[in-house]
T-cell receptor
Framework: GAGVSQSPSNKVTEKGKDVELRCDPI?????LYWYRQSLGQGLEFLIY????????KSGLPSDRFSAERTGGSVSTLTIQRTQQEDSAVYLC????????????FGPGTRLTVL | KQEVTQIPAALSVPEGENLVLNCSFT??????LQWFRQDPGKGLTSLLL?????REQTSGRLNASLDKSSGRSTLYIAASQPGDSATYLC??????????FGSGTKLNVKP
């Protein structure tokens, strides 16, 4: 596609349920990032994928969070046993993968945990 | 760990005014710096990307400067318009492709 897409755009879930968020990066982009933005806050880095290298998971807040990237393209962020503090907008970005080249963001998924 | 600060947190100006948004970072060993715009309920739109070897970048009414040694970047907006109202974020990238974001400046341009 022309840009980064994310689905769903909104997700409401009950505390304790698992959720999956999807990101489709720009075609040909080898780098993919997940960020979290809580209300009124800046972006918090979660995880970074670059090609076939092991992902940088240093930003994941707990072991309830995991992400995978299949075939070097689509990525799924999974949150298990969701908590109310997980409520935030989850943003995905991709870049061409050359060192620190421009990031392009998707519209985000707004997650609300009741 | 890189810390990125943006000042002011919020800014309200009348239409037509020139303005400057500030971004500072604690570790000068950066690879690039990117300015974004975020509209309410939307994702981020890239405005300007400055590589560490560059001093500034311009796009239309926007000009971003970078002073690595002092750990600062500014985003200059000329002849502001109500459509410029948004939150402006700066992000600092290191050579491990990791980006650190400031918390943003919320700009309101009054007609």
């Amino acid at each position: 596609g022309a840009g980064v897409s994310q689905s769903p755009s909104n997700k409401v879930t009950e505390k304790g349920k698992d959720v999956e968020l999807r990101c489709d990066p720009i075609s040909g982009h080898t780098a993919l990032y997940w960020y979290r933005q809580s209300l009124g806050q800046g972006l918090e880095f979660l995880i970074y994928f670059q090609g076939n290298s092991a992902p940088d998971k240093s930003g994941l807040p707990s072991d309830r969070f995991s992400a995978e990237r299949t075939g070097g393209s689509v990525s799924t962020l999974t949150i298990q046993r969701t908590q109310q503090e997980d409520s935030a907008v989850y943003l995905c970005a991709s870049s061409s993968g050359l060192a620190s080249i421009e990031q392009f963001f998707g519209p985000g998924t707004r997650l609300t945990v009741l | 760990k890189q810390e990125v600060t943006q000042i002011p947190a919020a800014l309200s100006v009348p239409e037509g005014e020139n303005l400057v948004l500030n971004c500072s970072f604690t570790d000068s060993a950066i690879y690039n710096l990117q300015w974004f715009r975020q509209d309410p309920g939307k994702g981020l739109t890239s405005l300007l990307l400055i590589q560490s070897s560059q001093r500034e970048q311009t796009s239309g009414r926007l000009n971003a400067s970078l002073d690595k040694s002092s750990g600062r970047s500014t985003l200059y907006i000329a002849a502001s318009q109500p459509g410029d109202s948004a939150t402006y974020l700066c992000a600092v990238g290191n050579n491990f492709n990791k980006f650190y974001f400031g918390s943003g400046t919320k700009l309101n341009v009054k007609p």
